[in-house]
């Protein structure tokens, strides 16, 4: 079928999609100014508005940002695209598309990686099965979450609600229901998904929050302590006015830099407590807009009038251990003493090695930093509220065999089974070969009806702990590994 153009009115003038196989994609609109010369470092500014028609048909810039380091890279590629424009969202439609539901996409990355252009993002399957798919850019590492003396704080996620208001006052001209949109996001993009769930602004009318939950909030005097070390590293005051002379590339190499000290040693006398629980360098940070955890408030009713859906990958930290042979060359000694720092006791380690016979330390602990940093936050999530919500576990195992250590149901491994996208990044790097379409099929049908209906399929979570486990047979699970659940307590 030929493509043809379609011209839709924003509140912002008039842009070019193309309809190509029943689809109408609409791609790098602006959706706030570009945050350099007076903007950097500030909250989003309304975007400038434009005169005739302004072409959406290909994607726009990209934050500035570094490329992941190998061997993640082969497996977590990136996109850059140069140009200023960067704030910028993607949409795709059915053609003739009317009133239909909405989902509003947050990319993962650490908050410092990423794009809502990553090929594996694609929302073509989405708007083939009746939903107005959209994604979204937002601003990274020291861009977006450093604490700036001078700044507004959290301008990454000021950056993901003027997104959300964008979405709110445009959206229907796309063919979209602005009363029935679906946040969702995986990663930093799943914790992004559960912090602004936690500030009931009423942007969205349900959440979909996948491998991240509600536990990560940097303390500002903590935030500081990397500004001042990003600081001294570039010879300026840890300001935003300082900061302001340099590039964005200049600070990335520095921020890098300091990523990998962070990583290596992560110190929390040094680096912070929050920042060292938190396992990232930037991240959200408490102040006006974020005043709380996110789980602390949602445990005392913020956002329980949201249906949500969430949960994890079995094998979440492999992707961090397997592709450079980690998982065969910590010993024991060092991965006591790694999880001690993370305020893991011992004994929970032993409970896991036991579970499963064979393992290698590193296989210990892939299993224990899984569970501490995802999978029991999704928990502590879902217990948090009464009802209306539904739990998932990825479980399927990557086939690719090009490693020094099996990547098995690694994070990040199931967003090619969420957009429907196996022959995209996540389905051809990650999965290795013979991905199965058919756990695409159901994973991909699951989220359409959870935004279409609120309901992806199978029972909400209650005292029972019922979790939908997707593999080549899924299946539903009642409590799923509930003796290493039961070793974590509350925090």
């Not at 001294?232 to 190499?253: H, K, M, S, Y």
């Amino acid at each position: 079928m030929a493509s043809m153009d379609q011209i839709v009115s924003t509140a912002y003038g008039k842009v070019r999609g193309r309809i190509g196989d029943g689809i109408a994609r609409f791609l790098g609109i602006p959706f706030a100014a570009a945050p350099f010369g007076e903007n950097r470092f500030r909250e989003p500014r309304p975007a400038e508005p434009w005169e005739g028609v302004r072409d959406a048909l290909e994607f726009g810039p990209t934050v500035p940002k570094a490329p992941y380091r190998p061997p993640l890279y082969d497996l977590l590629p990136e996109v850059t695209i140069p140009g200023e424009d960067c704030l910028n969202l993607n949409v795709w439609a059915p053609e003739g598309a009317e009133a239909l539901p909405v989902m509003v996409w947050i990319h993962g990355g650490a908050f410092r990686n990423g794009s809502g252009s990553v090929p594996v993002y694609d929302g073509s399957a989405f708007a083939r099965d009746g939903v107005v798919c959209v994604t979204i850019n937002y601003r990274l590492g020291v861009e977006g979450f450093a604490e700036l003396p001078g700044a507004p704080r959290n301008r990454g996620l000021l950056d993901q609600i003027a997104a959300l208001e964008w979405v709110r006052d445009n959206i229907a001209a796309f063919g979209g229901d602005p009363a029935r949109v679906t946040l969702f996001g995986e990663s930093a993009g799943g914790m992004s998904v559960t912090t602004l769930l936690s500030l009931d602004l009423g942007l969205f009318q349900r959440a979909i929050a996948q491998s991240g939950a509600g536990h990560i909030l940097q303390e500002p005097e903590d935030a500081l302590k990397i500004t001042e070390e990003l600081a001294r590293r570039l010879g300026v005051e840890p300001t935003a006015e300082a900061f302001a002379e340099f590039t964005p590339e200049r600070i990335i190499e520095v921020q890098a830099e300091v990523q990998a000290e962070i990583a290596a040693l992560p110190d929390p006398g040094r680096w912070g407590r929050s920042t060292v629980q938190g396992g990232m360098p930037f991240m959200p940070v408490r102040g006006d807009l974020v005043q709380r955890r996110p789980i602390d408030a949602i445990r005392d009713g913020a956002g329980h009038d949201v249906p949500l859906l969430t949960g994890t990958t079995t094998d979440e930290f492999r992707l961090y251990l397997a592709p450079g042979g980690l998982t065969t060359m910590l010993s024991p000694e060092l991965v006591t003493g790694l999880l001690s720092t993370m305020g893991i006791e011992p004994s929970a380690a032993e409970t896991y090695h036991s579970n499963r016979p064979g393992a290698t330390p590193g296989d210990v602990m892939a299993a224990v930093v899984t569970d501490w940093f995802f999978r029991i936050p999704a928990y502590r999530l879902a217990e948090a509220r009464p009802g209306g919500t539904w739990m998932y576990e990825f479980a399927w195992n990557s086939s690719n065999k090009d490693l020094p250590a099996p990547l098995k149901a690694c994070h990040a491994l199931e967003l090619g089974f969420t957009f429907d996208a196996l022959d995209r990044m996540a389905g051809a790097a990650m999965a290795g070969p013979g991905a199965p379409q058919p756990l695409a099929d159901e994973m991909h049908a699951a989220w359409v009806a959870f935004a279409t209906t609120g309901d992806p399929g199978w029972p909400a979570y209650d005292a029972t702990r019922p979790v939908r486990v997707f593999d080549t047979v899924s299946s539903l699970v009642q409590d799923p590994r509930a003796d290493e659940r039961a070793l974590w307590p509350d925090r």
